[in-house]
Each structure stands twice: as C-alpha cells, then as structure tokens.
C-alpha cells in the first residue's frame, strides 16, 4: 500500500541556498510531523500539523525554517539560507489520530548544505 | 524537561540469542511509549507501544516490550533474534504536555553475528 512519501531524497544545496523539502503523507491522515535527524541521533521534532493547521512549531530551530501543509494533506519544509548545521535527515511522518500518534514515517530527505 | 534515555549505543548479539534493550524515561504524567527501528536508508518503523492497560505489550515482529512505572523503564526484548533484526532502534516517549512533542532516545545499533 502508499505508505508516507518524500522528495527529493538527497539534496545538495551550497550555503546560503533556499531549499524545499516535500512530504505526501498517507491519504486521510489528520497529523503530520517533521522531524530532523542528526547523524548518530534520534529525530527531533520540528513541527506538527492537524490537518492545515499548524499546531506547534516550537521546534523549528529558526526563523529560516518554515513549514506549511496548505490543503491538509502534503507538506512542505522550507529552508532558507541554508548553514551548515541544516545538513541532517529530514523526516516526515503522518498519523491517522488527533491526540496519539502512531506515527507512520517516510524514507526522508538527506540534507548536504556545502 | 521530558527525556528518553537509551544507555546503550551499540549491542551484538549472536543469532538466536536473546536481545534486551533498554530504555529509560522521565516525563511527568502517564507516558505514551513507543518502540521503532530504522534500517539503513528507511523511514522509522513502529514496532510497538503503549498508551494504557497491561504493561506488557507485544508487537510486530516478535518483539514485546514491558512498561515498568517504578523503574521510569520500558525495555524491548525479543527471545531469539534473526540476523534481519539488525538495525537500530529507537524508544520514544510522547507528547510533551501541553505540545505535540514526541521525543526520542539517541538510538541502540543493535548487530546480529551469524
């Protein structure tokens, strides 16, 4: 069956670029997460989504960051003026329920900012 | 702060032996928990959780997991491990009060010798 897609899965951008990260989540899931994952970490929460609503970005590490899921179904992470620091795993998830998540996630998207 | 803390970086374990790995956490009201486990270039897979009820709880793949409240613990054992179960794995806890805040443990790269 469709499980959580995302595009691209690699991206290289130069420093200083704007990149956009893609997640189709699975069709009729209410929640969405992203989530960004350092090499040799667990995932940390980005943002959550019930349906287009943008519930919690208390993780976003920045203003460079930004999210938006506008017909609450995909999801797009944008980047702008990638560092360094940007270059991580980023990883989206979606979950039928409102209040608990299991979350489904996608393959994820690898980050290089050179 | 909630936190989820899984001591062991890495563990080998022969095939058909069996595994335990452990997960400690620290959140201030019932805890959702979650188990997942990523293999190389995947997406997180769910293997198990628990909301509520009995606290041991079983999952996919002939993993189980018990919940114990006195210990902050909720470690993932399988009786015997096959040689796919190498991956790593992940306990996660969730969501913080008053967020939709999942958090995850730093991960246990769990190897399978022949």
């Known amino acids: 069956g469709a499980g959580v897609s995302q595009s691209p899965r690699y991206k290289v951008a130069k420093r200083g670029q704007d990149v956009a990260l893609r997640c189709d989540p699975i069709s009729g899931h209410v929640s969405l997460f992203w989530y960004q994952q350092a090499l040799g970490q667990g995932p940390e929460f980005l943002t959550y989504?019930?349906?287009?609503?943008?519930?919690?970005k208390s993780g976003l590490p920045s203003d460079r960051f930004f999210a938006e899921r506008p017909e609450g179904s995909v999801s797009t992470l944008k980047i702008q003026r990638t560092q360094q620091e940007d270059s991580a795993v980023y990883l989206c998830?979606?979950?039928?329920?409102?209040?608990?998540?299991?979350?489904?996630f996608g393959p994820g998207t690898r980050l290089t900012v050179t | 702060a909630q936190s989820v803390t899984q001591p062991d970086i890495h563990i080998t374990v022969s095939e058909g032996a069996s595994l335990e790995l452990r997960c400690n956490y620290s959140?201030?009201?019932?805890?959702?928990l979650f188990w997942y486990v990523q293999s190389p270039g995947q997406g997180l897979q769910l293997l198990l959780k628990y909301f509520s009820g009995d606290t041991l709880v079983q999952g996919i793949k002939g993993f189980e997991a018990e919940f114990k409240r006195s210990q902050s613990s909720f470690n993932l054992r399988k009786p015997s491990v096959h040689w796919s179960d190498a991956a790593e794995y992940f306990c996660?806890?969730?969501?913080?009060?008053?967020?939709?805040?999942?958090?995850f443990g730093t991960g246990t790269r769990l190897k399978v010798l022949a």
């Open positions: 998830a979606s979950s039928l329920g409102r209040e608990i998540h299991e979350q489904y």
């Open positions: 989504f019930q349906n287009e609503a943008q519930l919690d």
């Open positions: 996660a806890v969730g969501p913080d009060s008053g967020t939709y805040k999942y958090i």
């Open positions: 959140y201030g009201a019932t805890p959702y």
